[in-house]
């Protein structure tokens, strides 16, 4: 009888709705310059099975074009994507604002603030219409490549050519601050025409130095400023309406927190890769005049143009000066 038993209950069991153990089923479009082959590809496979645990499957899909995959998710040929912050930004304001200039100057406060963002009582504001950001990763710090040792000043910039993303509102700002002369790019020519002379100086992250070969541009001649302009980040985005499991968003967001130690050791990684013959250290006085302008073009593009999110940078100034109390913005509370 208990055998009788034991079946007859294994027999119940496999007869029960298997809704509880589905998975939904989504595209996930992924901008990587080296594809399915390239570091933010891996990165994601290790989310792709983390998600699973969270009732996603998501499937894959490369993209090595940063503008396709942005409007292949606009116009729901993807579920989801994963972009840069800056590209990021017309989906996600706050998330855009992530890669400002000069708000997260150190990885220790980059950490701080998607801690501060990954929190369940800042959900609220990772919404945005139909869209939600889903998970912040960090790239690596943002650097000034030069072909010249001698450009190593604000005033140094004056006048000469640097490689622009066309779509980044911000970076455009900042080369008619300093009065240089700004050449439209986008991330698939920025290295190119650093590399062949067309242009003076141009920014990246670390990674930049071998996978894009900057080293070429810099030659003998140049260098990279040892001062970040900015944080890269990585951000994922979905569109709340499209059948997520309840709570998915915010237990994504906590995966992609779990994550920055990976990525962050990768950035860290890239730096140390450069030979110290490239790297060019300013002068604290320089480090507080550049403090000065981004905190200006900051205020200028929140203000003004409306690209940066106030609620951010307030969060970013407040983590800055918990770090730091004795920096000048600390007591003018300007952002």
């Not at 139909?130 to 690596?140: D, K, Q, S, V």
């Not at 690209?307 to 730091?324: E, S």
């Amino acid at each position: 009888m208990r055998l009788k038993t034991i079946i007859t209950t294994l027999a119940l069991v496999c007869t029960l709705p298997t809704a509880s153990f589905a998975q939904v089923e989504k595209s996930l479009c992924i901008y990587d310059p080296a594809g399915k082959d390239g570091a933010l590809f891996g990165v994601m496979k290790e989310y792709q099975l983390e998600a699973l645990n969270l009732g996603v499957k998501f499937k894959l899909v490369p993209q090595t074009n940063e503008k396709t995959a942005a409007d292949e998710f606009r116009a729901k040929q993807c579920d989801a994507v994963l972009i840069t912050g800056t590209r990021a930004r017309p989906f996600h304001k706050l998330g855009g604002t992530f890669e400002a200039m000069g708000a997260l100057p150190t990885y220790k406060l980059l950490r701080k603030a998607i801690k501060a963002f990954s929190k369940k009582k800042a959900a609220g504001f990772m919404k945005n219409g139909e869209y939600e950001n889903a998970g912040i990763f960090p790239a690596g710090a943002v650097y000034l490549f030069v072909r010249d040792k001698n450009i190593n000043s604000v005033e140094a910039l004056a006048g000469k050519r640097l490689a622009t993303l066309t779509f980044d509102e911000a970076a455009k700002t900042m080369v008619d601050k300093v009065g240089a002369s700004m050449v439209a790019a986008d991330i698939s020519t920025f290295h190119s025409m650093f590399n062949n002379g067309a242009v003076d100086a141009c920014y990246s992250p670390a990674f930049g130095y071998q996978a894009l070969e900057l080293f070429k541009g810099i030659g003998g001649t140049g260098g990279v400023i040892r001062y970040p302009l900015a944080q890269m980040t990585m951000q994922l985005l979905i569109r709340t309406a499209d059948g997520y499991p309840e709570g998915f968003a915010q237990k994504s967001r906590k995966l992609a927190y779990k994550a920055r130690k990976k990525s962050i050791k990768m950035a860290k990684k890239a730096e140390k890769s450069i030979p110290d013959k490239h790297w060019i250290d300013i002068s604290d006085e320089d480090k507080a005049r550049y403090d000065d302008m981004f905190q200006k073009v900051r205020i200028e593009l929140r203000d003004t143009q409306k690209v940066y999110d106030g609620t951010a940078l307030q969060v970013f100034r407040q983590i800055r000066c918990k770090a730091n109390p004795l920096r000048p913005e600390c007591e003018l509370k300007q952002e």
